[in-house]
């Protein structure tokens, strides 16, 4: 079964930066394809940004040009850039593995790690 650990979290000014890592616990990551998810309290969970085991990345329009999503199949590691950060970007941020076609579909899902943007 494949661990999703996320890191990074914590609590950042309004304008902040950080930078959550997602690392897997096999080598089979660098043929997930790994998406960034964020959920606020009493909400719902939503996609942030995906990257494709071929490296194609796609954001929510909430987050475009201000959020990065990268990946380094070498260390099985994802990693999330979140600047200027905002007080509604505050949430519990989750990294999700999808094994897609042509292999069996499934999906690994991280504890996820807070996020908290304050003044």
């Known amino acids: 079964q494949v661990q999703l650990v996320e890191s990074g979290g914590g609590l950042v000014q309004p304008g902040g930066s950080l930078r959550l890592s997602c690392a897997a616990s096999e080598s089979i990551f660098s043929i997930l394809d790994m998406g960034w998810y964020r959920q606020a309290p009493g909400k719902q969970r939503d996609l942030v940004a995906v990257?494709?085991?071929?490296?194609?990345?796609h954001y929510a329009d909430s987050v475009k040009g201000r959020f990065t999503i990268s990946r380094d199949n070498a260390k099985n590691t994802g990693y999330l850039q979140l600047n200027s950060l905002k007080p509604e970007d505050t949430a519990v941020y989750y990294c999700k593995g999808d094994l897609a076609p042509p292999y069996i579909h499934r999906e690994y899902w991280g504890q996820g790690t807070q996020v908290t943007v304050s003044s």
């Open positions: 990257i494709t085991r071929g490296g194609s990345t």
